[in-house]
């Protein structure tokens, strides 16, 4: 059975667009050039390690989960639908509180 191929480039590119990141940005963020950069964006290469997705999150204040899983909220051809804009912009808003919770919690007092 053939397994449908999950598009984290294109999850990584909704993530980074929604943040209003040039892909200049992250790659200068992750120390490659924007050449390689918008080769990872456009899966031009096999795979990418969990490492380098784990860095990718960090930069676009997210989770690897959110990297894998975003492509399975619906899209109409001409953006996101109402609801699903809404619901992602949720998402991002909690996972960015979290990890300003997180970073409070691990401070030094």
Known sequence: MKEDKIPIGENIRLVRNRLGYSQEY???????????YRQLENEEQDSITMGRLSE???????????????HKVKFSKAGFQQGDSQVLHQLIQTQ????IALKG????E
Do not use: H, M, N
């Not at 992250?26 to 390689?36: E, F, H, P, T, W």
């Not at 919690?105 to 030094?108: A, D, I, M, R, T």
């Open 96 to 99: 960015q509180e979290l990890i």
């Open 56 to 70: 990718i999150a960090f930069i676009l204040e997210t989770d690897i989960e959110t990297l894998i899983c975003l």
């Open 105 to 108: 919690k691990s401070s030094p």
């Open 26 to 36: 992250v790659a200068g963020r992750l120390g490659i050039s924007k050449q390689r």
